[in-house]
């Protein structure tokens, strides 16, 4: 038995970083959407108990550092369950990007072997069991539009938003989330907008969701990679509605209504920056 699924890549249209936690993870409340740029994993059953990974990029970790075998054991373990499985990735989301394709691939994978183990595990229960791979790995189980609030794990889906096109820019540039998280000084006099850009989105209000787009990780980030604002500022410059950065960073998303006016944008940041992708929000 196989399955082949698509792990789309997220971006966050806005990012509160509200306070520190005991745990030392941040309380966020963020609106992430997927957009149509996505890993391929196709996924084979094998009656053996073995997990097996091979992934077409080189650089990406084959044993258990991928987060798609961490999903498979801890699927396998938790539900006692005897099979095993062949899993292939396709790697089309740029890597430790801002844009979450580790989580969604180990997403993929707990949702395809929950049909090729026949575990019939409801998605909330699949959503809890992610979370323990990462913070993201709940939001990339439900996929579409939601606001995720806790760590991230808790998610409340949201209508989509308006359609647009996004381009994405990459700087090779390498970066730690959990580094970016600790330079964090949360600032409790600001009022987080994600409440504000939920509604905007379900009234299907561009104008609001582009003035609203915002990201608390972004100064940090901005402050240590200079790299980072000029590929904002290029991109504003090209003639996107707006531009932001995505997640911890470092790559900056541009918003883009008319169709006539991603080429422009493309072919303006491809002069710039090799990792550069024009697609639609999901
Ligand atoms: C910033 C965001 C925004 O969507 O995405 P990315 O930039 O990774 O795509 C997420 O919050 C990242 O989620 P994820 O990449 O799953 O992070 P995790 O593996 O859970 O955590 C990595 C490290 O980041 C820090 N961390 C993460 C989430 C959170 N709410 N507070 C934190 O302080 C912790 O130090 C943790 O050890
Ligand atoms: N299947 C995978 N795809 C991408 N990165 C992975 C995967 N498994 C583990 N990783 C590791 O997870 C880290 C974060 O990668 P990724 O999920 O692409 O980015 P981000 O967390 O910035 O959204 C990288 O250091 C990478 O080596």
Redesign the pocket.
């Known amino acids: 038995m196989k399955c082949s699924l698509r792990a789309p890549a997220?971006i966050n249209l806005s990012l509160d970083v509200l306070h520190k936690r005991p745990d030392n993870f941040h309380e966020v409340a963020m609106v992430m959407t997927q957009v149509d740029l996505a890993?391929r994993v196709e996924l084979t059953r094998s009656e053996s108990s073995q997990i097996r990974l091979s992934?077409s990029a080189g650089?990406?970790?084959e044993d258990h550092?991928?987060?798609?075998?961490?999903a498979a054991r801890l699927l396998q373990k938790r539900y006692d369950v005897t099979a095993g499985a062949s899993i292939f990735?396709d790697?089309k989301?740029?890597?430790?990007?801002?844009?979450?394709?580790?989580?969604?691939?180990?997403a993929a994978v707990l949702k395809g072997l929950n049909e090729l183990w026949e575990l019939n595990i409801p998605l909330e229960k699949l959503a809890a069991l992610g979370s323990e791979i990462?913070s993201?790995v709940s939001f990339c189980v439900h996929g579409g539009t939601a606001l995720a609030t806790g760590r991230g794990e808790v998610i409340e889906p949201i209508a989509a938003p308006p359609a647009a096109w996004v381009v994405l820019a990459k700087p090779p540039v390498g970066l730690?989330?959990g580094d970016i998280y600790k330079q964090m000084k949360p600032n409790p006099e600001k009022e987080p907008v994600s409440n504000k850009m939920v509604e905007a989105i379900e009234s299907g209000d561009y104008k609001a969701m582009c003035r609203l787009l915002s990201n608390d990780l972004e100064s940090v980030t901005l402050a240590s990679y200079p790299e980072v604002r000029q590929i904002k500022d290029r991109m504003i410059e090209s003639g996107v509605d707006a531009a932001l950065m995505?997640?911890?960073?470092p790559t900056v998303f541009g918003l883009v209504e008319k169709e006539s006016r991603v080429h422009r944008v493309y072919n303006a940041l491809r002069g710039f920056c090799e990792d550069v992708h024009a697609v639609r929000l999901l």
């Open positions: 997220k890993d992934v650089l990406l970790p550092r991928n987060l798609a075998i961490q990735i790697k989301i740029p890597v430790a990007a801002g844009l979450a394709g580790g989580s969604s691939d180990a990462g993201d730690s989330t995505s997640g911890s960073g």
